[in-house]
């Protein structure tokens, strides 16, 4: 799902930023911006431009996924159903679903 909030954009930026280990003045300068820009966007008081985001991702080595895009809880929820009936199954049954699924990955990806 689509994260549309900028507060929720920085918060996770501000999470990504702590585990890196970066400053935000790190963070600022390898993305090209101000430190105040940097700051307003974890606090996310700024409309950002794709440009933007892309170099603020490039700084952190992230994916503009991992902060545009929220887990749908329902999907774990179905993942972890389908993990759990394809664990009770004998190793025959399991080998082939497997299969089935990597094909179809292969397809689609």
């Known amino acids: 799902m689509l994260v549309y909030d900028f507060r929720v954009i920085g918060n996770k930026l501000l999470a990504i930023r702590k585990k890196t280990g970066k400053t935000q003045s790190e963070v600022a300068e390898a993305a090209s911006l101000s430190d105040r820009t940097y700051a307003d966007i974890e606090r996310g008081t700024v409309n950002m431009r794709i440009?933007?985001?892309?170099?603020?991702?490039g700084?952190?080595?992230?994916?503009?996924?991992?902060?545009l895009t929220e887990d749908n809880p329902n999907l774990s929820a179905k993942q972890e159903e389908l993990f759990s009936r394809l664990n009770e199954c004998p190793p025959?049954?399991?080998?082939?679903?497997l299969k089935i699924l990597s094909l179809y990955l292969d397809s689609v990806l």
């Open 51 to 57: 440009e933007t985001i892309l170099k603020i991702c």
């Open 92 to 97: 025959k049954q399991r080998e082939n679903a």
């Open 59 to 67: 700084a952190l080595h992230i994916t503009p996924d991992e902060i």
